[in-house]
Each structure stands twice: as structure tokens, then as C-alpha cells.
């Protein structure tokens, strides 16, 4: 506790003194900006957290409590966490992408939900639509004819399509969640022995605001995260069919967005199947189980990229699905690996902060006690955990925009399941294991209730903050909307038109004059409804 609680007291701080040299958040870019105002409420509440649990009794006894009936009940445990972060999507989230990373899979899902691979912007809309930034980064963009496809791998906005068809986008990653938590459940009866430890872990796991707020995001996060978890389970399975539907598994989650998060995930267990001889089989079949969706999607995509990308469609249908893998390869990762400079550095040690800030206070002191003597198999978890972290080390990006530390998140699971492993180790040569029983039980169920509740605050606050940037498009009718474009305010982000809707059109600005000459010469009709330094907003004739 002591230890917690000096940690609580230095993450605080450091936010708190990195804020004092300017106070005003549109300096910073967005990571910093999270990091500095709003983190920094989170490490304060963790030394709240500590003060309070250890002076109530009560509070620890209903963490123990509650860490025993999730492990009775993980169907009940994860149906009210669906049901909860399904709500939050909705009121917390407000049910809208924040940064392009959310916004791109969602519109290519919209592409999915009517029946095309790809979607078309009109040419002389394209540079109010598409900021020229975002071209052969977020999407690609053929010039020439205004088709455009996401230049993340498809399995995402996959998954997303058939909850778009419904108008349920936001529910997706509320039910990974609730699966997350069986599969959390699943994992540590096989790893650790026992529904005890089954509950620790899904407590961990609910008490930390990262797994809740990314769960109620358009974020791939929750996806990677559940897909790698069952990844896990089948490989430990043992049986070469469900090895087989581990490689399936893992195929999916290689074409979520991208394929890193995965290959990091899974390369230890890899190596682990190809230690043993009798485990070649299972490692075989794990391959062919890779190949159907793994290679089979991560090619064809490449492909059809291929086929909207002016640059490498010149190339020639020859080479035309070799030069779109390697198109996609150079546009995603051309520039993503690289010896850390002292601005990565730094954002790593902030990224390193930010793991425990938003996690239940003390969770990373309780994983790195039960790596000191866990079994083979936990250790591979956190081998897994440990190099995905090591590995973005190595990437010249601070995240941007992302809640917690998102680059850790699809391996994140192992910090719960780990600590759980420390809580209920036997310990004979200690006689305070219910006190750490107590103490564990009381920070996470404090912190359930507390930093979920500042945390969804915080959210709502930042993506109300980012909205109000916008004039409110009306409920009925049909709109232009010009939004004005200011670098520091990511005002660019808000330019998300999806693929079908005609209900409202979302443009950059270019300046008054020239916004009205585009909608007289382009929307005969249409009425200038308001106007401010948001922009502009425009009603559409019937």
C-alpha cells in the first residue's frame, strides 16, 4: 500500500509540474493536451483512492466481496458490463467517432453496410471533404474519379457493418467488452486454477478505465484486445482443430486495422509451439488457420487499393496487387519504425504513466510481483504485454489522440490476469496475504466506482469540448455545413461524411466568399441558416 501510494503521489505530480508551463491547452498537441489536463485528475483522484481504502475497512471488504461473486458469475458480470458501457456509448461517448482513426473504419463500414468495397466522393467537393493530409494516410484517394477505401485493413470496419446496418455502431465494442470479460474469465481458470482468481482478474480488468472508456469508443482497441484473449485460449487448448481456430482467430485479428498489435501479441506463444516438437502439429495448424482470412484479406485489400490508387493503378495490372501491398506497407509503416528520439522518449514516459494512472492504482506493482515467480505460461503473457510495449518504444508517434495508452491495449489483459495470479499465490512464508487481499479489493473497488465515473466525466467533457466547435445540424431536413479550420483545435477531425447519407454534408471551409460561391454555384436553393466563427451552416431545398 505504501508503495501504491508514494507512486499515486509522483504520477501526480509530474503531470501537475509538466502543466505549469502553460496553461492554456490549445498549446499542446492533443497527447500532451490529455496528458496534462486531464490525466493529471485521474493520478490525483488514485491518491484519494489510497487515502480512502485505507482508512475505511468497509471499502475492502466489499472489494474481496464483489471479487467473489464476479468469479461465481462471470455471465452475469458480463452482461451488466454490456449493458453499462452500451449506455455510456450512447450518453458518455455521445456515440461519435473523435479522431480519424475512429472516423475511418466507421465510414468504411457504412461502404460495407450497402453492399461496396469503396465509396465515392465528388471531385470538386474532394478537397473539402478529404483534407489533403489525411490522403494515403488515413484513406486512399483516387484524384482522377473520387474513389476513396480506408487504408486500414478492413477486419474492423467488417466487424462494424452489420451493427451499422442497424444503426448500432456503438454497440460493437460494448459486446467485445462483455466478451472480453468471459474470455478474461475463461483464461484464468486455465492459467491460474480457479474461480477466485477468475474474479480477481475481471475486477482488475472493470476497475481500470482504460478496458471501460476504450470499450465505449470507435477505437479498435476492445477488438484487438478480445481477439488476441481468444487467440490465447485456443493455443492453450491443446488440440490441433482448436489450434486451428486459434489461427483463424489470429487471421482476423492481423487485418483489424493493422497487423502489428497482433504479430506482438502472438509471437511469443509462436515461439512457444515451435519450442517442442510435439507441439509442431498445433503450430501447423495454426498456420493454415492463418492463411484463410489472414493472408486471404491482408492481400486482397492491398489489392483493391491497388485499384483506387492512381500511382500504383499506373503501374499496371501486373503488378498491380504486389505494388498495392507494398503501397499499403510504405503508407502505413514506410516511416513507423525508428531509434527513439528525446520527444519519444518523453512520450513514452508519459505513455508509461498513463498505463498506470489509468489502471486501478497498484495494479502494475502486483504484475511485476507475480512475474518474479509465476508459471511458464503466465510469464509468455507478460512476455507478450512486455513486447508490445518494448516495441512501440520504437515508433516515431506519441499515439495522438487515444484514451490511456492505446498502443498497449491489445495485449493490456495480461496486467489483471498477472495480478490476480500474485493475489491468490499461496504464500507460506508471508502471513499478510489477506491483508493484501484486503487492500487489492479496496483499491480496485474504489476505483470502479471513482475513476470510471471521473473518467467518463473527463470523455464526455473533451468530446463535448470538440463538438461545440461545430454548428448543430438539425435532427430533419438537409444540410451543408462549413466548419472553419483551425490546426490547433483538430477541427479537421469533424469532417466525417458517411457513405450514403444525404441527410448532411460536412465541408472545410474555405472562407466566406468562397463557401458561398461553392453552395450558389453548386445547391441551387439553399438558404444560409447561421453563420459565426464555427463556420457556416446551410438548409438544402427538398
Known amino acids: 500500500m505504501r508503495a501504491t501510494a508514494a507512486l499515486c503521489v509522483a504520477a501526480c505530480l509530474d503531470t501537475l509540474i509538466n502543466r505549469f508551463g502553460d496553461g492554456n491547452p490549445a498549446h499542446y498537441q492533443i497527447f500532451d493536451r490529455l496528458f496534462l489536463f486531464y490525466d493529471c485528475w485521474l493520478a490525483a483522484l488514485q491518491i484519494a483512492i489510497v487515502a480512502l481504502v485505507w482508512s475505511v475497512p468497509a471499502v475492502r471488504r466489499a ?6 461473486a464476479l468469479g461465481r458469475h462471470p455471465h452475469r458480470a458480463a452482461g451488466a458490463t454490456v449493458v453499462v458501457l452500451a449506455f455510456a456509448a450512447r450518453i458518455v461517448y455521445r456515440a461519435t467517432p473523435f479522431a480519424m482513426d475512429e472516423y475511418v473504419p466507421l ?8 453492399g461496396r468495397l469503396t465509396w465515392f466522393v465528388p471531385l470538386d467537393l474532394l478537397d473539402r471533404m478529404i483534407p489533403p493530409g489525411f490522403r494515403d494516410y488515413f484513406v486512399a484517394v483516387n484524384p482522377a474519379t473520387g474513389e476513396v477505401a480506408s487504408m486500414y485493413w478492413p477486419g474492423f470496419a467488417a466487424l462494424l457493418a452489420p451493427f451499422t446496418a442497424l444503426g448500432l455502431p456503438w454497440l460493437l465494442n460494448p459486446l467485445l467488452a462483455g466478451l472480453s470479460v468471459l474470455l478474461i474469465h475463461r483464461l484464468a481458470l486455465q492459467l491460474l486454477g480457479g474461480r477466485e482468481a477468475a474474479g480477481w482478474a475481471i475486477l482488475f480488468a472493470l476497475a481500470s478505465p482504460v478496458f471501460t472508456v476504450n470499450a465505449i469508443s470507435f477505437y479498435s482497441m476492445t477488438a484487438h484486445l478480445a481477439l488476441n484473449l481468444l487467440f490465447l485460449l485456443w493455443v ?14 489470429g487471421g482476423l485479428a492481423l487485418n483489424l486495422h493493422n497487423p502489428v498489435p497482433h504479430v506482438l501479441f502472438a509471437a511469443p506463444w509462436l515461439a512457444w509451439l515451435a519450442w517442442d516438437r510435439r507441439r509442431w502439429p498445433a503450430l501447423i495448424a495454426v498456420g493454415a488457420g492463418y492463411m484463410p482470412v489472414g493472408l486471404g484479406a491482408g492481400l486482397a485489400w492491398p489489392m483493391l487499393l491497388a485499384a483506387v490508387h492512381p500511382r500504383i493503378a499506373q503501374a499496371g495490372p501486373a503488378i498491380a496487387p504486389a505494388a498495392g501491398l507494398w503501397a499499403l506497407v510504405q503508407a ?10 528525446m520527444v519519444i522518449v518523453v512520450a513514452r514516459l508519459q505513455a508509461t504513466w498513463k498505463i498506470w494512472i489509468w489502471s486501478v492504482p497498484g495494479l502494475l506493482i502486483l504484475t511485476g510481483a507475480a512475474a ?7 510469464l509468455l503473457l507478460g512476455a507478450s504485454a512486455l513486447l508490445t510495449y518494448a516495441a512501440y518504444w520504437f515508433v516515431p508517434f506519441d499515439q495522438g489522440h487515444g484514451w490511456g495508452y492505446r498502443y498497449l491495449h491489445s495485449a493490456w489483459a495480461a496486467l489483471p490476469l498477472l495480478a490476480a495470479a500474485f493475489i491468490v499465490a499461496p504464500r507460506p512464508d508471508r502471513d499478510d496475504a489477506a491483508g493484501w487481499r484486503e487492500q487489492a479489493g479496496g483499491l480496485a473497488v474504489a476505483s470502479l466506482v471513482l475513476a470510471t465515473a471521473l473518467a467518463f466525466a473527463q470523455v464526455r467533457s473533451v468530446i463535448g469540448q470538440h463538438l461545440a466547435q461545430r454548428i448543430p445540424i438539425p435532427a430533419t431536413g438537409r444540410w451543408v455545413e462549413f466548419v472553419a479550420y483551425d490546426w490547433r483545435m483538430y477541427t479537421w477531425d469533424m469532417i466525417q461524411n458517411m457513405p450514403g447519407d444525404s441527410r448532411q454534408l460536412i465541408l472545410m471551409s474555405f472562407g466566406a466568399p468562397s463557401d458561398t460561391r461553392l453552395v450558389t454555384a453548386r445547391f441551387p436553393g439553399a438558404r444560409l441558416v447561421h453563420e459565426d466563427l464555427r463556420g457556416s451552416l446551410w438548409s438544402l431545398p427538398p
Open 63 to 68: 472489494g474481496m466481496g464483489l471479487a467473489t
Open 107 to 114: 465510414a468504411q463500414s457504412h461502404a460495407f453496410a450497402h
Open 236 to 249: 492453450l487448448d491443446g488440440r490441433v482443430s482448436r489450434a486451428f481456430l486459434a489461427g483463424l482467430t
Open 332 to 341: 502505413k509503416f514506410g516511416d513507423a519504425f525508428a531509434v527513439p528520439n
Open 372 to 378: 518474479r515467480r509465476a508459471n511458464p505460461r503466465l
